[in-house]
């Protein structure tokens, strides 16, 4: 019912339009044929995956990749063979369908979820564009408006040679791939049945998009932490998943997280994917990255020296004091990496606090003995232990 209340109210907007109309979801392994325009579709769409394949930019470890395709095949065993998963290193929370099962998972989403089920649902909702087609109706739909002409350039530039995985061109095959507000409600209802029928706990599908209207009212530039400008308001979604989530824990659904597990997989990736969030310099929404995470593992020493990275590298007023108090915190938990040891001794040497930076530095010798920075750190120590 709800999809052909969808499909109508696609019609009605495009009263005038010649073709838009219903068409059919595809079938597990169909291939549009080949005189078409969906062939046209699928074509540009895999010299576009080619492109992003070769660019550099896709994330290559086997059992990441493992991971994900996992989560894929537990959502939609019919459709598993048909998507094939990249998972692009940029630090901006955007997941992306084309027509022709080619898939893109941002590192910044990945950082952002917190758990399996969260990174489920978002998967569910991009399965849901390709399993209702989308693309092509929307293709037809930009045709129809003579948009169609723009669309192909950019769709052409995107796939061209050298353009390939930079963030402009990223942000092109977005741009190609954005959905109507009626799609993106459809997806988003495909996304939450396909998470909660696969057994992952309903009520992880509205946090995922509690924590983008978090960053976005802590963001002094907001619209661009909404990639996806054309989704309905966050805030709806939220009250509609919300809703729904409920509904089906008043019934007993199963309420699995995977939160353990997530943390064991992407754990490992952490530094890396929040070292290239500080270079975006826009502090405001890292910090609620970054206390995201820390709410979720207040003891975990990587996490909290990060944190220390964090107020190091902003340098705001005040933040001299807060990385030192986060490094220190790092010291106190689990598993903080022998580098907290250096990044404080540097801090407390801004700080013209010396003695704490020699100590900190001759700590951090004795924890790294083999660090490839050796000469330089005991280079530190001399300097400082030199009356000045
Ligand atoms: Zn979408």
Not at 37 to 60: I, K, Q
Not at 167 to 190: G, K, N, T
Not at 191 to 206: C, K, L, S
Request: glycine content about 6%; charged content about 30%; aromatic content about 8%.
């Amino acid at each position: 019912m709800r999809r052909l209340g969808s499909v109508a109210l696609l019609v009605l907007a495009c009263s005038g339009c010649a073709t838009v109309g219903p068409v059919e979801d595809i079938q597990p392994g169909e291939r549009p044929s080949l005189e078409t325009d969906e062939a046209g579709l699928w074509m540009y769409m895999d010299r576009m995956e080619t492109a992003l394949a070769t660019s550099g930019r896709v994330v290559t470890d086997p059992a990441l990749n493992a991971y994900v395709r996992d989560i894929v095949c537990r959502l939609s065993p019919d459709y598993c063979r048909d998507i094939r998963i990249y998972i692009v290193r940029t630090p901006h929370f955007n997941a992306t369908m084309a027509p022709n099962g080619f898939m893109q998972v941002w590192t910044g989403l990945m950082l952002r979820a917190t758990n399996e089920a969260q990174l489920a649902y978002v998967i569910g909702h991009e399965i849901g564009h390709f399993q209702r087609r989308h693309s092509i109706q929307r293709w037809r739909d930009a045709r129809n408006k003579t948009d169609f002409a723009a669309v192909f350039q950019v769709a052409a530039a995107a796939a061209g040679a050298g353009y390939a995985g930079s963030l402009a061109s990223l942000a092109a095959i977005a741009s190609i791939l954005s959905f109507s507000r009626d799609q993106e409600r459809e997806a988003d209802d495909v996304g939450f049945t396909t998470m909660a029928n696969a057994g992952y706990d309903p009520e992880q599908a509205p946090r995922i998009w509690e924590a983008l209207l978090e960053e976005r009212d802590a963001s002094d530039k907001p619209e661009q932490v909404v990639f996806f400008a054309t989704h309905p308001s966050t805030e709806e979604r939220i009250g509609t998943l919300r809703e729904q989530a409920q509904a089906l824990i008043a019934k007993g659904a199963p309420r699995d997280a995977g939160a353990e597990k997530y943390k064991r997989i992407v754990g490992p990736f952490r530094d890396e994917w929040l070292r290239d969030e500080f270079r975006k310099r826009e502090y405001a929404e890292t910090e609620v990255v970054m206390n995201r995470l820390l709410a979720e593992e207040r003891q975990n020493g990587d996490v909290l020296f990060m944190k220390g990275e964090f107020y190091r590298i902003r340098d705001e007023s005040g933040d001299e004091d807060r990385a030192i108090e986060a490094y220190k915190a790092a010291l106190l938990g689990d598993g903080a990496p022998p580098e907290t040891h250096r990044s404080l001794g540097l801090v407390f040497w801004d700080a013209g606090r010396n003695d704490e930076a020699r100590a900190s530095f001759a700590e951090y010798l004795r924890a790294a003995p083999d660090a490839s920075d050796r000469k330089m750190v005991e280079a530190y120590v001399k300097e400082l232990e030199t009356p000045q």
